[in-house]
């Protein structure tokens, strides 16, 4: 079957990510595994209809017309916009980096940890995430707290996929994991140490479920060299519970 117009746009808008947010025809063209005739012609569409914008030096990048669609998500419109005095008061009370993220599972093998929201200050140790990044559910604080939220059968098929590390101190074997999963649960918050960056401790919490939102966690990363894990967990905590109510009351509205 041919593919189709829309899927060959899509393959080239994902061509774009962290590391190369502006790139040549010829790049897309690699990148999407499509003609450069192809890609040429996409593109003038793409660029007529505010989806991709040119830059400098024969470059594109995603268009604006593109981010203030993505602007009418219900995470940025609904999650977001209601997260974010809750995040603040999170980063006050520890002024260190504030995450906000919701579980992306297609399927359990698929499933990532994308980012709904982000505060940082200027003394908050450096993190990898980043907001519409995505990262590990298993080397993240976020990710550990949302996979405290799953049923056995779903953490069944999660499990057997590899766990590919991102550090040394990542958590690869499947029942150590499980072990980490079950100590979530327990005591309600979840905690990384060097799992996805060396150095740095993650601490976070699972919200409950909010109707027409994905499960939702919020979580605070910091240097590893503190007693943070008593400090922060009940700050956290508390903040995923008054999140939690805080979407619950806008969705009654």
Do not use: C
Not at 198 to 209: C, Q, R
């Amino acid at each position: 079957m041919a593919e189709g117009m829309l899927s060959r746009a899509m393959r080239v808008l994902a061509a774009f990510d962290e590391d190369a947010p502006e790139l040549t025809a010829a790049q897309l063209a690699d990148r999407s595994g499509l003609p450069l005739s192809t890609v040429h012609r996409l593109i003038g569409q793409l660029v007529s209809e505010g989806l991709l914008g040119r830059t400098d030096g024969y470059r594109y990048a995603i268009g604006a017309r593109l981010w203030e669609m993505g602007e009418l998500s219900p995470y940025a419109l609904r999650l977001r916009e209601t997260a974010l005095p809750h995040m603040v008061r999170l980063y006050e009370a520890t002024g260190e980096n504030v995450h906000l993220a919701v579980l992306d599972a297609p399927t359990p093998t698929t499933a990532t940890v994308l980012f709904a929201g982000r505060i940082t200050g200027r003394a908050s140790v450096p993190t990898l995430g980043r907001m519409g990044g995505r990262h590990p559910m298993h080397t993240t604080g976020v990710g550990k707290a949302l996979l405290a939220t799953r049923d056995e059968a779903w953490l069944d098929a999660f499990l057997a996929a590899p766990l590919v590390p991102e550090t040394t101190l990542s958590v690869t074997d499947p029942a150590a994991l499980r072990a980490d999963i079950a100590t979530a649960k327990a005591r309600g918050y979840a905690v990384t140490h060097g799992e996805m960056t060396l150095g740095n401790v993650s601490v976070a919490a699972a919200l409950g479920l909010v109707t027409g939102l994905p499960p939702i966690a919020i979580g605070v990363v910091a240097h590893a060299d503190e007693p943070l894990e008593r400090r922060l967990a009940p700050l956290v905590v508390q903040a995923a519970k008054e999140l939690t109510r805080a979407l619950r009351q806008s969705d009654s509205h």
